[in-house]
């Protein structure tokens, strides 16, 4: 039954992860009057920070709690290759906008690693639901 939960946590992390990572991508080009808006360099650090976290905490295994890091990584690496078709999407176009792309590919690797370190390095997590809920071992 844990080998199931388990499962289903980590399809949940993939998920999750890979849809926000393709929201942050699709929305670094965005911009406002011609100005660039960089919402997805704050987007990356708090959802690698939050999703990580939130991983460990409701799965209880740290297995699970590395999924969402590697994911993002996975989906915005991906972003820098150019297509077949010539299509890319984390342009290096001008100053502006490359600067924005690898602050955006520096900073969402920093938060995913340092909420990795933080999910391997906590004491373990009983997933909600475990035990008795008497409070003590029979």
């Known amino acids: 039954m844990r080998l199931l939960r388990l499962l289903g946590w980590s399809v949940v992390a ?3 992860s890979a849809w926000l990572a393709l929201v942050e991508v ?3 080009p965005w911009r406002v009057g011609g100005v660039p808006v960089p919402i997805s360099l704050l987007v990356a650090v708090v959802g690698n920070l ?3 976290d939130a991983a460990r ?3 209880g295994s740290r ?3 590395v999924l969402p890091a590697v994911v993002w990584l996975a989906v915005a690496l991906t972003g820098t290759m150019r297509r077949p078709e010539g299509d ?3 342009p290096g176009g001008g100053a502006a906008t490359q600067a924005i792309t690898l602050g955006f590919l520096l900073v969402g690797v920093v938060a995913a690693a340092f ?3 933080r999910a391997l390095g906590a004491a373990p997590v009983r997933p909600a639901g475990a035990g008795s809920g008497s409070g003590g071992a029979r």
Do not use: D, H, I, P
């Open 50 to 52: 939050l999703l990580v």
């Open 115 to 117: 909420a990795v370190g």
């Open 14 to 16: 993939v998920v999750v």
């Open 63 to 65: 297995l699970v709690a």
């Open 88 to 90: 890319l999407l984390l």
């Open 26 to 28: 699709f929305w670094l």
């Open 57 to 59: 905490r409701l799965s």
